[in-house]
């Protein structure tokens, strides 16, 4: 078995509450990140494969093909946007590194042309990352209802 990465990064805003958290509660657990106008992070994406090299081309994975699919499916749609309202796969997930890596799983997997996909790994700074497996786990969606609308948060 061999593993294949491509690393990629992007740059949006975001703003961590739950709105069902009084406003001081959402303060003290999110803090900084809690930001009633949102702030910024420059994200790096790495994504691993994993599996037999091809015998006639010695590849796991194009990885171009993975490239295509980091950019066409999740960068353009993320970069330079706020995670909180501007990205249609993100709608009422509070947008944490850990449900961002879990999302994103999803999206390359059911994309993946070639080997098995391994890992996500999400830098959200210099100093924090997450890393998903893939192990199965379930992410709520919020919605604020407002006038008896319901809207995503
Ligand atoms: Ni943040």
């Known amino acids: ?84 309202y501007d990205v249609d796969f993100l709608s009422g997930i509070i947008p944490t590194a850990e449900n961002l890596a879990i999302v994103f799983w999803g999206i390359i997997e059911r994309n993946l042309p070639a080997g098995e996909l391994h890992s996500v790994k999400l830098f959200e700074s210099d100093a924090n990352f997450v890393e998903y497996f893939g192990e199965p786990v379930s992410i709520p969606r919020y919605t604020l209802k407002i006038k008896n609308k319901e809207i995503p948060v």
């Open 1 to 84: 078995m061999v593993y294949v990465t491509r690393k990629t990064h992007f740059s949006a805003s975001h703003r961590l509450y739950n709105p069902t958290f009084s406003d001081e509660k959402n303060e003290a657990i999110f803090d900084k990140c809690n930001n009633p106008n949102g702030h910024g992070h420059n994200y790096i994406l790495e994504v691993t494969v994993r599996g037999i090299p091809d015998p006639h081309t010695g590849y796991v994975l194009d990885l171009k093909l993975l490239r295509d699919i980091l950019e066409n499916e999740i960068i353009e749609k993320v970069d330079h946007k706020h995670l909180n």
